[in-house]
């Protein structure tokens, strides 16, 4: 019998795992001997966290990441196939999310590898609820064009989508461009569009805040390399 897949919540800036992970959780992974990270040495720091004493230079871990060959990955789950579990660790938040870890997730199933996601911190979601926006139609998008045109245009046909379906928009920004997207936005959006602006979550310099594009054409926080997610809604919808 293959072995299980388990997709691993990890911090969002919050050091400390008792905050987010449940005390179980911490059993489970702590007795997996195989990981499969973006970065291996961040892999490593975040399990010395979740346990001290834990064996680190006795784990295997491989490194999914952009600069993965595809044709890696399939050997990736071999472990798996041979009755171990396995562990997938994103650099933040949840695996499979805006995460290349998805590859990997699909691929069991293709497999027929039993996936086991454990609960834990998501900035989009937590983003989501804090924003006030609608929360039974929402979609996230992602990353915006780089190329400005293409970015202010993208804006433009997301603020429509918010007025006409009352769908809420959700996107990110690499973090050393959140002051030029937030700059396009209140450039590019009418004054009355609502947007919410998530920043730094669950860390001591939390910020979220809904407001009109007006209001933040006028205070634009520094958002320079600080996680961030944008969300454009609306605050009249009704989730009965």
């Not at 929402?138 to 769908?167: A, T, W």
């Not at 920043?199 to 600080?226: G, N, Y």
Request: net charge neutral.
């Amino acid at each position: 019998m293959p072995g299980k897949l388990f997709l691993i919540p990890n911090s969002l800036g919050n050091p400390d795992p008792d905050t987010f992970l449940p005390l179980n959780m911490k059993g489970l992974i702590t007795g997996l001997s195989y990981f499969v990270v973006e970065k291996t040495r961040n892999a490593r720091r975040y399990l010395k966290t979740i346990d001290k004493e834990m064996q680190i230079n006795e784990l295997t871990f491989f490194e999914l990441n952009k600069h993965t060959d595809p044709k890696e990955i399939e050997g990736f789950l071999r472990p798996v196939q041979e009755g171990k579990d396995m562990g997938v660790i994103s650099e933040a938040g949840l695996p499979g999310i805006a995460d290349p870890g998805a590859a990997l997730v699909n691929l069991a199933h293709e497999q027929e590898i039993d996936v086991v996601p454990l609960t834990g911190p998501s900035s989009i979601f937590m983003a989501l609820m804090a924003s006030g926006f609608n929360g039974q139609s929402f979609r996230f998008v992602g990353y915006l064009p780089v190329q400005r045109s293409e970015r202010i245009q993208h804006i433009k046909n997301l603020e429509k989508i918010v007025e006409q379906k009352n769908e809420t928009q959700i996107f990110i920004e690499t973090p050393y461009r959140n002051n030029a997207l937030l700059e396009d936005i209140c450039s590019s959006c009418r004054k009355q569009t609502l947007l919410t602006v998530a920043v730094d979550i669950t860390t001591k310099t939390e910020m979220i805040k809904t407001a009109a594009v007006s209001f933040w054409k006028k205070k634009k926080p520094d958002l320079h390399k600080r996680p961030a997610v944008f969300l454009l809604g609306k605050s009249d919808c009704v989730c009965l």
